[in-house]
Every structure is written in C-alpha cells, then in structure tokens.
C-alpha cells in the first residue's frame, strides 16, 4: 500500500521537480567526489565562495576543498603538477603554458575584464592613456590577463612594450600598488577589488582593460587533459557554479557575506568591486573572446601561436550542466539567457 501511494503521489509530481529530486538523491546516496580547485582572492571569484556557503557543491554530491594562490603563474603550475584538479588562474597563463604544449583545457569561465591601470594623482593629468606609457616604469602582475591586454594594447598603438618602456613583473596588486606610491614605478596594473582599494590609498585610476579590450575575458577554469577522465563530477561542479550565478545575481547581501569569509577586506568594497559594470561575470568557456585574447598575445609576441586554439576547449561539460539546469527548470529566464549567449559564444 505505501509503495502504491508514493507511486501516486509522484505521478502527481511536476517533471521538472522529479528530475530535480533524482538529482539529489543520487547526490545523497553517493559518496562526495572531492576536488582540490585554486582560485585567486579576488571578487571576480566569489561564485566558487557562493557555491561553497551557499551549499550547492554539497547539493551536487562535492567535497570541495577551495586553495587561495597570490598569482596566476603559482597557481597554473599546481594545476599542471596535479596538485590542483580545477584551476581559474587568468586567461593570459593558461594560453601562455597551452602555447608552449602543456595539456590544459578550458572548461568554463568565472569572470571577465576588471583590470585597471593606476598612478599617482600627480601624474594623473599626464598619464591618461596607454599613450602615455612611452619611457614609463609600468609594474603588473605576472601573467595577469590585464598584463597581456596591456601590451596588447601598447602594439596596437604602436609603443614597443620591450623597449619604449619598462614593465616589471610583481608578484601580486598589493604589491603593484605600494610601488606605485612609493614612485618606483609611474604606474601599475591591479585587478578587483585592488583597484578600489588602489583608490582608497589615494591613488587614481586612469584605464580600465575593459576600454582597451572589451568583454575581455579573464580567469577560465581549467583542467589538465587527463582530469576529462572525469566528466560526471566536472559536470557537477559547473551546475554549482551556473546555480551560484544565478544566486549572486538575486542575493546581494548573502552573496557579500560569502565573499566576506574569503577576502578580508571592508563589506563596502567587497560589493562595490563584486557587482561593478566592469566586471562580467559569465560563467561559459567564451569560446570568441579567448580566440581574440589568443590573437592579440601573438601579436603582441607574448607568445608564439603555433599549435592550433581549438584543442584547448572542451565545451560538453558547460553545455550539458547547463541544460540539465534548463531540464529541471524550463521557465527559468536565467539560464535561457545562458544558453543563448553559449550559442553566441561558444561555437568552435
């Protein structure tokens, strides 16, 4: 008789609701997969705090453990010696190391642009744009993917970044920023919420990356080629991910506590830096704006550029999370935009 009754209680049962019930009972009944991911103390990655306050790592049967790197440069190298499975570490270094024949694959996105060039309020009136970098002292930070749409910009402009200038590679935006008040450099390259914070301490931002590339994409999430062995769970981890955008995006508050448990930095410019204009916040591979970075680090002789781009995306992943997501919730406008901009996006 029971089982009778819970047979017709969930014939009863929306479609969309069963498929979002087995979901989680398969969560449930199996053991959490781990997964070590590395990320960056930045605003741009408070998805990943999101999806670990929030609990949706948790609902998609994961055991995340989130490990914080000052640079891009330390962070992909844990990726590649495989003591990272997941790594969101800039666009600039995964291409960077994918050009020199490292197995990495890009599998998702966590942010876009939010890069700008700070100075000193008495150069701000003769430092305005990148055309006024020719004979400066610029620092960045080491493969940073504001450091690369920089000399992107300064080719098309037609500065020589080798030698009509001087870059110096820091180690992290703090860093970056004490340089440029102490005046040993003209000016640095900082990333959120540092550029705010850049400001607080009296400094002027003059150039956003986003004004010189923009929708510029920024930290990907990658994988080396072997960890594709493990589809289901990396599948998993996107719908945490694309289910944490869509929370950031309806839970200011709770979304700024999260952030809050990771970057210790006041609640106000955790917020501002979070949900600036300058900042996207897209959660796809973009397949697009990569092939454009791609370009410019090869005309700007970042890199070489001999192996073909293709390679380096593996796009099932995000497409089937985000239509699972679409299965379980068909009306849901979210991710009905999601999957149209995929479509602008993401097609190889």
Same mark, same amino acid.
């Given at each position: ?56 790592? @948790? ?23 495989? @003591? ?9 270094? !995964? ?21 700008? *060039?700070?100075?000193? !309020? ?32 300064? @080719? ?19 860093? =970056?920023?004490?340089?440029?008040? %102490?005046?040993? =450099? ?22 956003? %990356? ?31 991910? *694309? ?39 897209? %959660?796809?591979?973009? =397949?697009?704006?990569?092939? @454009? ?6 005309? %700007? ?6 192996? !073909? ?7 099932? *992943? ?31």
């Amino acid at each position: 008789m029971k089982t009778r009754t819970l047979r017709l209680i969930t014939s009863r049962l929306p479609q969309r609701l069963l498929a979002a019930l087995a979901v989680a009972a398969a969560a449930a009944g199996a053991q959490a997969e781990t997964l070590k991911v590395g990320h960056l103390p930045v605003t741009g990655h408070a998805k990943y705090f999101v999806a670990q306050e929030q609990g949706f790592f @948790k609902k998609e049967g994961l055991d995340v453990e989130l490990v914080e790197f000052q640079n891009s440069a330390d962070g992909i190298n844990a990726v590649i010696a495989g @003591k990272l499975d997941v790594g969101t570490f800039g666009t600039t270094a !995964p291409l960077l190391f994918y050009s020199k024949g490292s197995d990495i694959k890009i599998i998702g996105g966590i942010m876009g642009q939010d890069a700008a *060039l700070v100075v000193k !309020p008495e150069l701000a009136g003769t430092i305005r744009s990148i055309n006024d970098l020719k004979g400066k002292k610029v620092a960045t930070v080491r493969l940073a993917s504001g450091d690369a749409v920089l000399r992107g910009a300064l @080719k098309d402009a037609k500065i020589n970044w080798k030698s009509d200038l001087q870059i110096f590679e820091l180690k992290n935006p703090p860093a =970056v920023i004490e340089a440029v008040k %102490s005046g040993q =450099v003209d000016a640095g390259l900082v990333w959120g919420p540092h550029d705010l914070r850049a400001e607080q301490q009296g400094l002027k931002i003059v150039v956003r %990356s986003g004004d010189l590339s923009p929708g510029h994409p920024c930290c990907r999430v990658i994988v080396t080629g072997n960890k594709l062995k493990e589809a289901a769970t990396l599948e998993h981890f996107l719908r945490a991910v *694309l289910q944490a955008e869509k929370y950031a995006a309806e839970h200011r508050k709770e979304t700024i506590d999260a952030i809050a448990k990771y970057i210790k930095l006041d609640r106000a410019i955790l917020e501002k830096g979070y949900y600036s204009p300058n900042l996207e916040q897209r %959660s796809d591979p973009n =397949v697009k704006g990569v092939e @454009k970075f791609w370009l410019s680090m090869i005309g %700007s002789e970042f890199i070489e550029g001999k192996r !073909p781009l293709a390679p380096i995306f593996e796009l099932s *992943l995000y497409q089937k999370a985000l239509e699972s997501l679409i299965k379980e919730n068909p009306k849901d406008a979210f991710y009905q935009a999601r999957l149209k901009e995929f479509k602008e996006r993401d097609a190889l």
